[in-house]
């Protein structure tokens, strides 16, 4: 039980992790601590098969940083059968998976390698992975340095420590039956760079180019779905919201408190009513509450732009959003639960555009 305890605190926050632990009928205790503490020295094989399959969800499906590219039908079962071809080799990272490897043990960085083919009713994917280093900065107190630690203080207003950790990652190219679409998912673990997260991105693609039958170009821009979830009602609760206005001042609000929906928060409301003009939102992030199972989960999307708008001058075709983040989920339900909610407002989207290019349509507008 302890190996397992091990791989989920590396890969799962404590809200998440103390629902699966009971979905396998294991009581958790207060934390982690006393939890990995109280089971120990237990061994639980039924309970450990449990943990393992939620663990295995949870690599392909928890908090992923996802890019969407559109292909035909026939290449989506090409890329398939490619990817149902595939064997992982007999490398450190495979041998132990679903589990992760223990970090101190990890001493080589490199690029992602296959460890998985994971096949479920809404697609299949090739699992990789790889470790990373990133670095955290931490605020040091005076008092921790010094028994006397004036002349510190009258040197410096604050003295950050760097730290730094070894962070396995898994990242998936991922097939659904259900749209002609592949979907690339990399983990964005606090403490990472988007650079670092794109730069993954850019080498899962390649892989995905390699297997001889796709061709990944750009992927879907998800810009257009900040104005058309934003302005849907009942359609989640937006938590934290970055937008532009006519007076060209910037704003970001945040309300994070359980079931509580900006779009609906009196100060936003009363700040709209006094623009006069609607706002432009460039960054949203939006969580929906989810019954599954007898349980209330609450995954969350994240479309984030920049506030220079959907393009920079003299590239009017540049993607806007590349990337949604998703967060909070436990396993394949709630997150395809969010990928549903992009592929709903992509058609949508999609839908009106075709629209407002219909000829006749046109006309109908001018004609009213």
């Known amino acids: 039980m302890k190996t397992v305890l091990d791989s989920m605190r590396e890969r799962m926050s404590w809200n998440v992790a103390r629902v699966i632990l009971r979905w396998a009928g294991v009581e958790p205790a207060h934390g982690w601590d006393k939890t990995q503490a109280k089971y120990a020295d237990t061994q639980n ?3 450990e098969a449990k943990l393992l399959d939620y663990l295995a969800d949870h690599n392909v499906c928890g908090e992923k940083f996802t890019k969407i590219y559109q292909i035909t039908s026939e290449t989506r079962d090409a890329l398939q059968t490619a990817i149902l071809s595939l064997s992982p080799g007999d490398n450190d990272f495979a041998l132990c998976y679903p589990l992760s490897r223990d970090p101190e043990k990890i001493t080589q960085l490199g690029d992602p390698e296959l460890v998985a083919i994971q096949k479920t009713d809404d697609g299949l994917g090739a699992v990789f992975a790889n470790a990373v280093r990133l670095t955290k900065r931490e605020t040091i107190e005076f008092d921790d340095l010094s028994d006397d630690s004036t002349a510190l203080q009258q040197q410096y207003d ?28 990399t983990d964005l673990p606090t403490g990472m760079s988007m650079d670092l997260a794109h730069a993954l991105q850019s080498t899962l693609r390649q892989k995905a180019n390699s297997l001889g039958v796709v061709t990944l170009d750009g992927p879907v821009d998800l810009y257009p779905l900040l104005e058309a979830i934003y302005q849907a009602d009942g359609e989640g609760d937006v938590v934290e919201l970055g937008f532009l206005t006519t007076t060209a001042s910037v704003k970001n609000e945040k309300m994070r408190r359980s079931k509580l929906d900006l779009r609906e928060e009196p100060y936003h409301l009363h700040g709209k009513e006094g623009l006069g003009t609607p706002i432009e939102p460039f960054k949203m992030f939006v969580r929906w509450n989810v ?11 994240g479309l984030v732009g920049t506030a220079r708008g959907r393009s920079s001058l003299g ?13 909070n989920c436990y396993g394949r339900p709630d997150f395809e639960h969010v990928i549903g909610k992009i592929h709903e407002y992509l058609d949508k989207c999609q839908n009106s555009d075709a629209s407002r290019t219909d000829p006749n349509q046109e006309l109908a507008d001018v004609l009213e």
């Open 45 to 47: 094989p039924d309970a």
């Open 158 to 185: 604050e003295i950050v420590g760097l730290k730094f950790r070894t962070v396995q990652l898994f990242s998936v190219i991922w097939v659904p039956h259900d749209h002609a679409s592949v979907e690339i998912r």
């Open 291 to 301: 019954e599954i199972d007898g349980v209330w989960l609450a995954p969350e999307i």
């Open 315 to 327: 590239q009017p075709n540049a993607v806007g959003i590349s990337g949604a983040i998703v967060k």
